[in-house]
């Protein structure tokens, strides 16, 4: 176990140095948040600012639209590295030629993934921070401290529900080589559906019922009533158990179907064909 961390470490750290020697790339993505952050402080102001006045929807976060939305905004990154880092990992490695290499070394797939995952995260808290820290001291966006102490469960509850979503978009690349229905369909459900921009109350209720479906619903909920409110645990208990049942179906499912589509590659001999 012990190894396997320091695996883990090490390629983390590969990827860490790797990005910072790109430094231009860096500095185009840090931009891109702080712009993404005064995009939609001045579309909040269409939206009465902080009053509310013109979104009923929102009285129950003090009618805030740029604290609302900047929690949609900051956690779409981890939404799109839960989604994404397996898949991509995998597809890479296939165009390289170097998957099947992988899978007959002592370091295995998984420990590869687990490591790209561990960085993404990483460097998504960065930008986290940046959103947060921006919108709090530069511009208005108001939180409070009550109920903080919960928000590191629903977002080890989250990682772990969208890996899952993730490592299902990965069996289908193994499988298929091109064409994710898993990563389309969440990805663009969870914008539509999963009250990444508005309220999911604006939806028509059939929507609305479609959204419990989707574990961003559950975690943007989660959040915002825990760090915009201030809900107490006893509120916030449902949408938590939602939220943990939701990853005990996924992750189990996820797990079975990243392992079948390596066996039946391996056995049609298309593991490294893309």
């Not at 989660?222 to 049942?245: H, N, S, W």
Request: cysteine-free.
């Amino acid at each position: 176990m012990r190894y396997t961390l320091y695996k883990i470490a090490l390629l983390v750290h590969k990827e860490f140095l790797k990005e910072v020697s790109y430094r231009l790339s860096f500095f185009l993505q840090f931009f891109s948040t702080v712009m993404y952050t005064l995009i939609f402080f001045f579309v909040a102001q269409v939206f009465g600012g902080d009053t509310g006045a013109a979104a009923p929807a929102l009285e129950k976060y003090n009618g805030d639209y740029f604290s609302f939305v900047l929690i949609g905004l900051a956690f779409m990154g981890y939404i799109n590295t839960g989604m994404r880092t397996f898949s991509n990992a995998i597809r890479t490695e296939q165009m390289l030629g170097t998957l099947e290499f992988i899978l007959t070394t002592p370091t295995s797939l998984s420990v590869v993934l687990l490591s790209k995952m561990v960085w993404n995260f990483l460097y998504d808290s960065f930008h986290l921070t940046v959103y947060f820290l921006m919108g709090i001291l530069f511009l208005s966006a108001k939180y409070t401290g009550e109920s903080l102490w919960i928000v590191p469960v629903i977002m080890l509850l989250s990682l772990a529900a969208f890996s899952s979503l993730g490592m299902l978009s990965a069996g289908f690349i193994i499988i298929f080589k091109r064409g994710d229905p898993v990563n389309m369909f969440f990805s663009f459900g969870s914008i539509l559906l999963g009250g990444v921009y508005y309220p999911i109350e604006v939806m028509p209720a059939a929507m609305q019922r479609l959204a419990e479906f989707l574990p961003i619903t559950y975690t943007l909920r989660l959040m915002r009533d825990a760090i915009i409110r201030g809900a107490p645990l006893g509120e916030l208990a449902p949408d938590l158990l939602k939220l943990t049942l939701l990853t005990a179906i996924l992750l189990p499912i996820s797990l079975w179907f990243i392992a079948f589509a390596l066996r039946r590659a391996k056995h049609d001999g298309s593991l490294t064909h893309y």
